[in-house]
């Protein structure tokens, strides 16, 4: 029996469990509901002034725009990073010290 056939062999029915396991769980919306707001908290919103809750409700400043993630610090690192290892990568892949026939 030749090396493809037995990894084929074991790999499939783990492959299966792998698939069946990920599909086969109950969706999110499947879960109980949370508890309903008890009366005393329903009592204590109920008793806040209009104003109170108008203030709550509204935000005083508008928030800033955000900044594109590759333009961030963070962001600037992750793409060097990335570049890095690319780089090394090609540079191990050419200069490989293993010389089997096999490769």
Excluded: C, E, N
């Amino acid at each position: 029996m030749s090396g493809q056939r037995r990894t084929t062999r074991w790999l499939s029915p783990a492959l299966a469990l792998v698939i069946g396991v990920t599909f086969g769980a109950p969706p999110a919306a499947a879960s109980p509901s949370p508890r309903p707001i008890t009366s005393a908290a329903a009592a204590r919103v109920a008793a806040l002034p209009h104003v109170a809750l108008a203030q709550v409700a509204t935000p005083a400043t508008a928030p800033a725009p955000d900044k594109p993630f590759l333009k961030t610090g963070k962001g600037v690192l992750a793409l060097a990073l990335l570049a890095g290892a690319l780089g090394y990568t090609a540079y191990s892949l050419s200069h490989d010290r293993v010389k089997s026939p096999l490769r």
